[in-house]
């Protein structure tokens, strides 16, 4: 197959090992990344790494929680057949793409990205003044780069990262990708498409720069997408020469924006762990029951006789997520007419959860039974993220001139 349709065909996501998952990573990432691995090749790794950013004064969360965390995607639903799960720090390389990109990142394209200055901010008990948290927003373009995924699923405060390493491979290839003959050699390798072909990459190529016409540049990339007699480094070449830039060797990244994920946490907020109010992936079932029973509801229900609103009912998110037409209109009527108690109201809702709950859980604790599969998985999962590791970096160093031995 054609190798860089198959690179814009990968997917590429990470999650930072600092804890076990739960019910928002489920709703709001996971099921995302399930979709995802039938129909693209995707790459999902552990971000140790950038873990140690924020976590580098007590790293020892980071080992365990990088394990539970790939028990949990398994147990998910994550499919090692289909989907490479591996961990960054098995894959040097993106140290050294980090390292070889931090030398062409002006300062200030790091000082800008919105999460160094909020994270800051938040995190006032850590000092994140460091060289690591500058650059970590980098490490996660060479994370992305690596691979030449063409699609990163990310939650919306990670989309200027995207951004970010899309900046980062337009300066690389229009720094490197402008080989001695770069326009001869794109020239003669539109020559090489056939006449057709050439006759109609030109005048793509014409309207895109002369007018910005973007249907003519997604029109030409398609057509050099379906060109079988070209080789990969001129298709590389006519890539970038479309957009008058050097060789494409670091294509550039689209954010896939996963929903806001609308589960909330048993307080009513978002589900973090920071805010102490999961509900794990792997809770037991009577934790469950234990802490929707407990949770809030709506302040003006004291007595069972007190009517109440379930919009100002955090219980009333959960039915959203949960329940059906016919149980969230008993809801509404047995809440607004107090004819329900609220812990009547609550008992669908756990369950609900435990019954979703309740296959994760066994797989889980079947993984965890199996330590070795889990090493295995992500073994091998490393070393075919490897292999596709070093070939880019290959190119990258070929590119940049330090190929020498
Ligand atoms: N920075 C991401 C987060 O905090 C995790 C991450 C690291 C990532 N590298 C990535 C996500 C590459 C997508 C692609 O959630
Ligand atoms: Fe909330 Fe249900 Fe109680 Fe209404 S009846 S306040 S929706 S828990």
């Given at each position: 197959m054609n190798k860089i349709i198959a690179e814009n065909n990968s997917v590429l996501s990470g999650m930072r090992p600092t804890g076990s998952?739960?019910?928002?990573?489920?709703?709001?990432?996971?099921?995302?990344?399930?979709?995802?691995?039938?129909?693209?090749?995707?790459?999902?790794?552990?971000?140790?790494?950038?873990?140690?950013?924020?976590?580098?004064?007590?790293?020892?969360?980071?080992?365990?929680?990088?394990?539970?965390?790939?028990?949990?995607?398994?147990?998910?639903?994550?499919?090692?057949?289909?989907?490479?799960?591996?961990?960054?720090?098995?894959?040097?390389?993106?140290?050294?793409?980090?390292?070889?990109?931090?030398?062409?990142?002006?300062?200030?394209?790091?000082?800008?990205?919105?999460?160094?200055?909020?994270?800051?901010?938040?995190?006032?008990?850590?000092?994140?003044?460091?060289?690591?948290?500058?650059?970590?927003?980098?490490?996660?373009?060479?994370?992305?780069?690596?691979?030449?995924?063409?699609?990163?699923?990310?939650?919306?405060?990670?989309?200027?990262?995207?951004?970010?390493?899309?900046?980062?491979?337009?300066?690389?290839?229009?720094?490197?990708?402008?080989?001695?003959?770069?326009?001869?050699?794109?020239?003669?390798?539109?020559?090489?498409?056939?006449?057709?072909?050439?006759?109609?990459?030109?005048?793509?190529?014409?309207?895109?720069?002369?007018?910005?016409?973007?249907?003519?540049?997604?029109?030409?990339?398609?057509?050099?997408?379906?060109?079988?007699?070209?080789?990969?480094?001129?298709?590389?070449?006519?890539y970038g020469y479309l957009e008058g830039g050097g060789r494409m060797i670091l294509p550039e990244p689209q954010s896939i924006l996963t929903p806001t994920a609308k589960m909330p946490g048993i307080d009513g907020q978002k589900m973090s762990k920071s805010y102490n109010n999961t509900i794990a992936l792997r809770e037991d079932p009577d934790s469950v029951d234990q802490k929707i029973r407990t949770m809030p509801t709506d302040p003006a229900r004291v007595r069972l006789t007190d009517p109440g609103d379930p919009e100002k009912c955090p219980v009333w998110q959960f039915h959203e997520v949960y329940s059906d037409d016919a149980t969230k209109q008993w809801v509404c009527d047995g809440c607004r007419g107090a004819k329900i108690g609220c812990i009547d109201c609550k008992k669908p809702v756990i369950e609900a959860i435990n019954s979703e709950l309740e296959p994760i859980r066994k797989r889980a604790e079947e993984y965890t039974k199996n330590p070795d599969a889990i090493e295995n998985i992500v073994a091998e999962g490393s070393e075919r993220a490897r292999d596709v590791a070093r070939e880019t970096m290959d190119e990258v160093r070929k590119a940049m001139g330090i190929d020498y031995r």
């Open positions: 998952l739960h019910l928002g990573h489920y709703h709001g990432v996971l099921k995302n990344w399930i979709n995802l691995q039938h129909e693209y090749q995707c790459f999902f790794f552990v971000a140790d790494w950038h873990a140690l950013t924020t976590h580098y004064d007590d790293p020892s969360i980071i080992a365990k929680s990088a394990w539970d965390v790939v028990i949990d995607w398994l147990a998910a639903g994550i499919n090692p057949g289909e989907a490479t799960i591996f961990f960054q720090s098995k894959v040097p390389e993106h140290a050294e793409l980090h390292l070889l990109l931090s030398m062409i990142t002006p300062l200030g394209w790091l000082e800008r990205v919105p999460s160094y200055k909020d994270l800051q901010e938040n995190l006032k008990d850590r000092d994140l003044a460091t060289y690591g948290f500058l650059g970590y927003p980098l490490l996660q373009s060479a994370d992305i780069l690596i691979y030449r995924a063409g699609q990163v699923p990310v939650g919306e405060d990670q989309v200027a990262h995207v951004e970010l390493t899309r900046e980062v491979a337009r300066r690389f290839n229009f720094l490197y990708g402008r080989e001695p003959g770069y326009e001869e050699k794109s020239e003669a390798a539109i020559k090489k498409m056939g006449k057709k072909n050439a006759k109609q990459y030109n005048n793509l190529r014409k309207r895109f720069q002369e007018q910005g016409d973007q249907e003519a540049l997604a029109v030409a990339r398609e057509l050099l997408k379906q060109q079988q007699n070209i080789t990969i480094a001129d298709q590389e070449r006519l």
